[in-house]
């Protein structure tokens, strides 16, 4: 029998398959981190019931499926406009191909520095790293140490190791590289922060309060990870989340999409807490 399907199998339904493959990859990976990423699950689990039902003949079941699929040919369209006309842009601009390139580089820079700070973690070294973002710091890091070096696991090591010149400033870093070094910044003036927090976490919550970065704090007394955002300050992250936003950070999905930033804000403020 295998014989006789590959007899019928043409060089055409390799480009056939791979075609169709490589566009159900690549817009499932558009709406991956969206809302519309449930909608996938959701009908997944729809077929799965449809085959079920018809293999075990609930005719009833089967045909309030083959309804709902019908209203939903209607329903999703009007729903999920948006992301259905992001997925559209995408493909206009042919900018498929670069983003996933920009995926994949903002994972590797993501690790390097993930791997930084659980290392400056576990050795109880303190840290501070501010993600620049679309308020420019240029005012904090232009008198500091400039660098305008690659984003490496060790740099960033060697920076904030103990007795280093540059070990009490903060180190600026961006999309593309480590900025500056030794730079200090405005301190909160917030009353209301736990006295248990020093001037490293106050530097970082205040930069966070005069411009929309982001600052990832490693406290060399209790071996954690904060992030600040907006005067807002999440202590004690788990190595998975702070990976999860530094993949939207270096992949611009942050700045793109601020439901995305809105989001992780509420899923590091439950878990975290504020103080």
Not at 157 to 186: K, M, R, V
């Amino acid at each position: 029998m295998s014989v006789g399907v590959l007899k019928f199998f043409r060089w055409q339904d390799v480009i056939d398959i791979a075609l169709v493959t490589y566009i159900i990859y690549k817009t499932l990976s558009l709406l991956v981190g969206t809302r519309a990423i449930q909608l996938v699950k959701g009908l997944f689990l729809l077929v799965v019931l449809s085959f079920a039902a018809r293999w075990l003949n609930l005719d009833t079941f089967s045909w309030i499926l083959t309804q709902g699929f019908s209203a939903l040919l209607i329903i999703v369209p009007i729903i999920f406009q948006p992301e259905l006309r992001r997925i559209l842009e995408e493909l206009g601009r042919g900018s498929m191909w670069r983003r996933s390139k920009a995926l994949k580089r903002a994972e590797v820079v993501a690790d390097e520095v993930s791997k930084a700070l659980m290392y400056c973690c576990a050795h109880k070294i303190g840290a501070l790293i501010v993600l620049q973002r679309g308020t420019g710091l240029k005012d904090y890091w232009r008198n500091a140490v400039l660098l305008n070096a690659d984003i490496t696991q060790e740099l960033i090591i060697a920076i904030f190791w103990p007795n280093n010149p540059l070990h009490d400033g903060a180190t600026i870093i961006d999309t593309e590289q480590i900025i500056s070094a030794g730079c200090y910044l405005p301190l909160t003036e917030d009353a209301d922060l736990s006295r248990w927090l020093g001037t490293r976490h106050r530097a970082a919550i205040g930069v966070t309060e005069v411009s929309d970065a982001v600052s990832l704090i490693v406290s060399e007394e209790r071996g954690e990870i904060s992030l600040a955002i907006g005067g807002r300050i999440s202590r004690n992250l788990k190595e998975s989340q702070l990976k999860k936003y530094l993949v939207h950070y270096f992949s611009g999905q942050d700045q793109e999409q601020q439901g995305v930033l809105e989001s992780l804000k509420e899923e590091l403020r439950s878990f975290g807490g504020n103080d």
